[in-house]
């Protein structure tokens, strides 16, 4: 059974900084991508950052590139989200997902991704 569990959500002013983890099990880490969604209230969810493990290539949505960074610990079955100068509108919750596959466009992340977690509400006070 595929598990995700993320972590390390909370709040934080404006300007700051935290890290999230996803912590996995249930197949193959190494040959799957992750990747880390959020949705705020009243918005559709939105896709953050993806990392494919088998190439370990990286992806960012515009709004958050360069202020985060996606790695993985394939020791640890975990994959990280390092969130820096936050902004009140990165308050959201925050969900992580696994697929086996990462469906890249035009340098843009396509396609569904088939487990995700409960999600980590972060909040950034202005």
């Known amino acids: 059974e595929v598990q995700l569990v993320e972590s390390g959500g909370g709040l934080v002013q404006a300007g700051g900084s935290l890290r999230l983890s996803c912590a996995t099990s249930?197949?193959?880490?190494?040959?799957?991508?992750l990747g880390w969604f959020r949705q705020a209230p009243g918005k559709e969810r939105e896709g953050v950052a993806w990392?494919?493990?088998?190439?370990?290539?990286?992806y960012y949505a515009d709004s958050v590139k360069g202020r985060f960074t996606i790695s993985s610990d394939s020791a640890k079955n975990t994959v990280y989200l390092q969130m820096n100068s936050l902004k009140p509108e990165d308050t959201a919750l925050y969900y992580c997902?696994?697929?086996?596959?990462?469906?890249?466009?035009?340098?843009?992340?396509?396609?569904?991704?088939?487990?995700w977690g409960q999600g980590t509400q972060v909040t950034v006070s202005s």
């Open positions: 997902a696994a697929d086996p596959d990462l469906w890249v466009v035009g340098g843009k992340v396509v396609g569904p991704f088939g487990s």
């Open positions: 249930g197949f193959s880490f190494d040959h799957y991508a």
């Open positions: 990392i494919s493990n088998s190439d370990r290539s990286t």
